[in-house]
């Protein structure tokens, strides 16, 4: 299966998939500035489709630009 054919995966996945620790997802989500996610009851999905979206806003072409929030 193709990652395109995944309609959501779970926090350990989308770490994996953006390359932060699941750490570092879960600070994001609490403070806002993380990809957009949905809750399936207790648990926490991302379709792929906003984690490369996410990423995608963060390309920089050099040191001194700032990332948009």
């Known amino acids: 299966m ?3 054919d995944i ?3 779970n926090e350990d996945e989308a770490s994996k998939l953006i390359g932060v620790s699941v750490s570092s997802l879960q600070k994001m989500r609490m403070r806002g500035d993380g990809p ?3 809750k399936v009851g207790q648990r926490v999905r991302y379709r792929p489709s906003d984690l490369a979206a996410f ?3 963060r390309i920089v072409r050099s040191t001194s ?3 948009a929030a």
């Open 2 to 4: 193709q990652t395109s």
């Open 7 to 9: 309609l959501a995966v």
């Open 36 to 38: 957009p996610y949905a």
């Open 55 to 57: 990423v995608a806003s």
């Open 65 to 67: 630009e700032q990332v």
